[in-house]
């Protein structure tokens, strides 16, 4: 089990980091949200997650270790895999998530991509006794997400070494896109067509 990987970051792509590790880079898959807050050549700590199949070793970083516990939590519900509550957490926090939870808040899980009503339902049921009560007063996520996308498209992009104007070019090209979306924006897909316009533009 690998806890947490520490070093300088080494690069950055849509939705993963290599962290340089005693002169080896480490692969970590991370949502958006934890990408915009790393920076090429500064130090890192991700706490991580070690996901073994038979044909691949997947390492998942994450901000802190609530994260990651809700990320391996999430998993103990059928039909949940990494993939899956990767993007679970994408769309919410691991509070939000609790919140929802608690309060048999289907839609808030139906903003994640893959899963509908009736896995919401599904999944109202199996995590109701295994996330928890919430922790603070977070703000909803539809809230905190619909505020900021943006911040977090624009922290992403300067991460991956674009300059201001661009990333505020990027943004904008890509807003049309993002008020289109049902539900909350997802920084993933919007970050990947951010990235298609800075390579049409250059």
């Not at 980091?17 to 949200?33: D, F, H, L, R």
């Not at 007063?137 to 991460?159: F, M, V």
């Not at 990027?170 to 919007?190: D, I, R, S």
Request: net charge neutral; with cysteine.
């Amino acid at each position: 089990m690998i806890a947490f990987v520490s070093g300088p970051v080494a690069a950055l792509a849509p939705d993963a980091a290599v962290v340089e590790v005693g002169g080896i880079g480490m692969a970590v898959q991370c949502t958006p949200n934890t990408l915009s807050t790393l920076r090429i050549g500064r130090q890192a700590k991700l706490a991580t997650s070690l996901v073994v199949r038979e044909d691949s070793l997947t390492l998942y970083g994450f901000a802190d270790d609530d994260e990651r516990q809700t990320f391996e939590l999430l998993q103990t519900a059928s039909g949940v895999g990494p993939r899956l509550a990767q993007a679970m957490l994408a769309v919410h926090s691991p509070d939000a998530l609790r919140r929802a939870v608690s309060t048999a808040d289907e839609k808030a899980l139906t903003a994640v991509p893959g899963i509908g009503k009736k896995g919401a339902q599904k999944l109202l049921l199996e995590l109701k006794d295994r996330l928890g009560a919430p922790l603070g007063t977070a703000p909803t996520a539809g809230a905190r997400a619909a505020a900021s996308w943006r911040d977090q498209l624009h922290a992403a992009l300067i991460g991956l070494g674009y300059a201001t104007r661009e990333a505020d070019e990027a943004v904008t090209a890509v807003a049309p896109q993002a008020e289109a979306m049902e539900g909350v924006p997802q920084v993933g897909p919007l970050l990947k067509a951010a990235l298609q316009s800075l390579n049409r533009t250059r």
